[in-house]
């Protein structure tokens, strides 16, 4: 009967052997998921820009859309003369410092023509809000609202 039981040896453990096998093996498969991560955070840095970008133009958007024709035309108004601006990687605005800019946002008076010539600059004027990213890595972006002379 003891010599059944000693024939039979018990492993209690995995050899050096095994384990360098594993090992190899989990590094192997993380080596490529490492090397995704630059490109992830890339990525990302880039939907926070075009988000930033998207709150910028909202806030210009909502707030042209609320002059007066008068002072859109007047390049010597408060709005005009409160050009250039500066903004955040969030997209808030800044005061008048450039320390800590993100964004700069200037304004271009654009000549208006609507398609089949039912307005003109008589009666509508186009505001160019041009967006650029100061830390040189992306296109300047434009975009254009247009303030309407309703008469009053």
Known sequence: MHSFLRSRPRRRAFSLVELLVALGIVCFALVPLLGLVPVGLASFRHAMNLNAQALIFQALSSESSL????????????FSQSFPRFYDGTGARLTAT??????EVSL???????PGGTASA???QKLGFSLTNLSG?????IYSVVVVNNGN
Do not use: I
Request: hydrophobic share 50%; charged share 20%.
């Open 67 to 78: 002059l007066d024709y008068s002072v859109a035309t007047n390049s010597a108004s408060a």
């Open 98 to 103: 450039r320390a800590g800019a993100v964004f």
């Open 108 to 114: 271009n008076r654009v000549a208006f023509a609507a």
């Open 122 to 124: 008589a009666n509508a």
């Open 137 to 141: 890595k992306e296109k300047t972006q």
